[in-house]
């Protein structure tokens, strides 16, 4: 497992600290994780949003992959 330094605000340190303090997770290590996680997650679900919105604005290709990709 790597380990990474991260500088951040005062602000942002209080909230961590109020945030392991509050039982969101058993340490600062674990709430990073967690955030990060829940980023990743987010911005999976925009990609499937935005696709979504896509397909009904009629911005959708038809074929075959191949024939796409190469015409």
Known sequence: MAT???PLSAELERQLDALVAGGTAANRA???RRAL???AEEEA???VLKAEREISAGK???GDA???LLG
């Open 30 to 32: 674990a709430v990073m």
């Open 45 to 47: 679900i925009n990609a």
């Open 37 to 39: 996680e829940e980023l």
């Open 60 to 62: 959708i290709l038809r």
């Open 4 to 6: 990474i330094s991260v």
């Open 66 to 68: 191949r024939d796409i």
